[in-house]
Each structure stands twice: as structure tokens, then as C-alpha cells.
Nanobody, 127 residues
Framework: QVQLVESGGGAVQAGGSLRLSCAVSGRTFSIFVMGWFRQAPGKEREFVAAISRGGRNTAYDDSVKGRFTIFRENAKNTVYLQMNSLKPEDTAVYYC????????????????????WGQGTQVTVSS
């Protein structure tokens, strides 16, 4: 019913920037919270950022605060993650996630609170 497709990943040097996109198709009207997670080799999938349906509420992991920005263009059914000042430790597969009902900002970070996931896009940051 809902499909998420990420794009925009690639390889950059430390200090560089990338913008990831997540396009939503299907029952787009049912989507509320959108989030970004990442998974590095040998590590668990971890929270990066999330945004409410109207875009007024956002949340970020401490490791990316001040460097990453999440925003959405609902008319285009797309959510973005602008990543600046990239570090080698940001290297991971980045996944877009969505939830079909509303969600408290206090639990944006839990993978269990999202019921739709994209296929992931690789981000590699070299030193």
C-alpha cells in the first residue's frame, strides 16, 4: 500500500555534503511521521532524524545535531535529509521509514514504531 524509495547516496570526503531523498508512493495520505535510520557494518540500525506530518516537529540523534537537517515537501510526497560536515563515522546504509498513524516525538527514535521501510542507500565518507 505504501512504498518508499531512497536516493542521493554516494561517496564523499570528510567535510562534504549529501542530500538524501525519500519518495513515497501508494497511500500517501496515510503517512504521518517520517524518519531516517542508518546501519553501519557490524552495528545495529540506529536513529538519525524524524519529522512530523506537518513538519513542525523534528528530532535528531545527538551525533548529527547541527550537521543534518530533515525536511519534507508533502506536495511532492518526499522527505529529505540534508547532511553537511560529513564524518567517516557517518558511513552507513541509510534507510527511510514511515508510520501510518501519528506518533509522539518522544518515541521517534524507535525502529519498532515504523511500519514502512525503503531499500536503503549507501553513504560512504572517506577521511
Amino acid at each position: 500500500q505504501v512504498q518508499l524509495v531512497e536516493s542521493g547516496g554516494g561517496a564523499v570526503q570528510a567535510g562534504g555534503s549529501l542530500r538524501l531523498s525519500c519518495a513515497v508512493s501508494g497511500r500517501t495520505f496515510s503517512i504521518f511521521v517520517m524518519g531516517w535510520f542508518r546501519q553501519a557494518p557490524g552495528k545495529e540500525r540506529e536513529f538519525v532524524a524524524a519529522i512530523s506530518r506537518g513538519g513542525r516537529n523534528t528530532a535528531y540523534d545527538d551525533s548529527v545535531k547541527g550537521r543534518f537537517t530533515i525536511f519534507r515537501e508533502n506536495a511532492k510526497n518526499t522527505v529529505y535529509l540534508q547532511m553537511n560536515s560529513l564524518k567517516p563515522e557517518d558511513t552507513a546504509v541509510y534507510y527511510c521509514a514511515a508510520r501510518s498513524t501519528d506518533l509522539s516525538t518522544s518515541v521517534y527514535s524507535s525502529t519498532r514504531n515504523y511500519n514502512y521501510w525503503g531499500q536503503g542507500t549507501q553513504v560512504t565518507v572517506s577521511s
